[in-house]
């Protein structure tokens, strides 16, 4: 079986507001082409479809297309939420649609697999969606609470929460919880001794490298899942960290399809292509996603990356700049997206003993209340846009007739 393992779409997110929605329709092409093309028996999304609960009707349509043009080339897909998807919103089709498409949201459906055929029998797609620890317990099988042949390899719980995964306990962890759930995986695959079997979870496992692009999915400081948890499974194809990594050969995160931060920069993007034999992984193969616009941090005076030949190279990419003028250049942003029109990000370094040591009042003497305002929001994030500057003048002027009439 040839399973293509893809997770993190977060489809509808902007990059500093920049919409990225043409970029991950690009990225569908690229997925369908890549099925077509291997022969790809299923393809596995490790969750965070959506880039949050209420997503854009557009992101909301390329969703619908992307499992379209997916059944058409031939495939089955199983589909998990993540943390940032609403899973009721996800799922809530989920019993109407083509057999081949499998979305899975339910914490109480973990034990019953999707089963593909190949020419060496089945194969047994266990689907976990995030399972939030304060709710998900409550919605897991009762087969979670226990291994009838004492086949769970993990133990007690290292957490100190509750080691039988009990509904009576208290509180839960993350990995408390995604304890619970591969125990009702076991408990259906020792009815089926020998099978080959995935699991698509979406969590952080111990030992995974994140960005600066994730949402903190911990609980009271306990967010990490144990590998072990997941030992004995053929392949895991996890999903919530966007760098690509293997944590073991048999589980691994395919990142997200681009990235979503600075930190991602130097990153390189892939779906891992997975060929599943008569025992077991026979080889993992990343497929590098396209790279529509790269991302570069570039660092430096005003005057050096206006004018330096070393920098020409990334004028069409996003840009993070990090200015090391002695003291912050007026009109920063704007002056540097003459050069880099997708410069998004600025930050400013002074040299050492060359900040500015004067006074709030001393550094706003002889600006205007508008200067001082502009100024503030480049200094905490970036240059504000022009509608940005209309809405600052606006409020300042209601302010001041507000304070008039008084």
């Not at 809405?391 to 009439?405: N, V």
């Amino acid at each position: 079986m040839l399973a293509l393992h893809t997770s993190d779409w977060h489809l509808g997110r902007g990059l500093h507001g920049h919409d990225l929605l043409p970029a991950q329709a690009a990225f569908i092409d690229h997925l369908v082409e890549v099925v077509r093309a291997e022969s790809v028996d299923v393809v596995l999304v490790g969750g965070d479809v959506h880039d949050r609960a209420i997503p854009p009707v557009r992101a909301l349509e390329l969703f619908d297309e992307a499992l379209s043009r997916l059944r058409d080339a031939g495939t089955r897909v199983v589909v998990i939420s993540g943390n940032h998807d609403a899973a009721r919103r996800l799922g809530d089709k989920s019993g109407l649609i083509d057999p081949r498409i499998r979305i899975r949201t339910d914490p109480a459906t973990v034990g019953v697999p999707v089963v593909v055929e190949d020419a060496d029998g089945p194969v047994r797609i266990y689907a976990i969606p995030y399972l939030e620890p304060a709710t998900a317990n409550a919605l897991l099988p009762a087969a979670a609470a226990a291994s009838p042949t004492g086949t769970d390899p993990t133990g007690t719980d290292p957490t100190g929460t509750d080691p039988t995964g009990g509904a009576a306990s208290a509180t839960f962890s993350q990995a408390a919880t995604m304890r619970r759930a591969m125990r009702a995986v076991r408990a259906d695959l020792d009815g089926h001794p020998g099978a080959r079997s995935v699991v698509v979870a979406h969590a952080w496992v111990t030992g995974g490298a994140g960005s600066d692009s994730e949402r903190d999915i911990s609980v009271g400081g306990v967010g990490n899942v144990p590998s072990s948890l997941f030992d004995g499974i053929t392949y895991t194809a996890l999903g919530h960290l966007h760098r690509p990594q293997a944590i073991t050969p048999a589980v691994r995160y395919s990142g997200s399809p681009m990235a979503f931060s600075f930190s991602e920069a130097a990153d390189r993007k892939a779906c891992l292509l997975v060929d599943i034999g008569r025992d077991g992984v026979r080889a993992v193969r990343g497929v590098e996603v396209p790279t529509g616009r790269r991302m570069a941090v570039l660092r430096g005076t005003l005057r050096e990356l206006l004018t330096a030949a070393t920098f020409a190279a990334h004028e069409g990419d996003f840009v993070s700049a990090v200015l090391t003028d002695p003291v912050r250049p007026d009109d920063a942003m704007a002056t540097l997206q003459r050069r880099f029109p997708f410069a998004l990000r600025l930050a400013h370094e002074p040299p050492a003993g060359a900040a500015d040591d004067r006074s709030f009042g001393e550094r706003t003497r002889g600006r205007t209340d508008l200067e001082i305002a502009k100024a503030f929001v480049a200094h905490v994030r970036s240059d504000p846009s022009p509608r940005e500057r209309t809405l600052l003048s606006e409020a300042l002027d209601a302010a001041r007739i507000a304070e008039e009439a008084a």
